[in-house]
């Protein structure tokens, strides 16, 4: 059973920057797309970002272009979001999770393993 645990989430303050981490136990990323998500409170849970399983491709919600960057480690089974430039409105618990094929991609449904999330907090 593959297990994802996010980390890195924080505070930090509007402008400021936070890298999360999200290491794989159990099963490889190798050859499996990998996607961010997150959900703010009383909200649904959205797309954030998502990579293909060579790391060649990466897909990004619009409000975080220019801001956020997925990339992975294959050799240490992992993925990061590094996520620059912060605001107030990225406050959300962040998931990531492993897509069914190579291919990540925007569609929740479409991944079967999921991260139990880290905090993330931007302050004003």
């Known amino acids: 059973q593959v297990q994802l645990v996010e980390s890195g989430g924080g505070l930090v303050q509007a402008g400021g920057s936070l890298r999360l981490s999200c290491a794989a136990s159990g099963g490889t990323i190798m050859t499996y797309g990998m996607g961010w998500f997150r959900q703010a409170p009383g909200k649904e849970r959205e797309f954030v970002a998502a990579?293909?399983?060579?790391?060649?491709?990466?897909y990004y919600t619009d409000s975080v272009k220019g801001r956020f960057t997925i990339s992975r480690d294959n050799a240490k089974n992992t993925v990061y979001l590094q996520m620059n430039s912060l605001k107030p409105e990225d406050t959300a618990i962040y998931y990531c999770a492993r897509h069914k094929t190579g291919w990540g991609n925007r569609v929740l449904d479409e991944y079967d393993y999921w991260g139990q999330g880290t905090q993330v907090t931007v302050s004003s």
């Open positions: 990579d293909i399983w060579t790391g060649g491709r990466t």
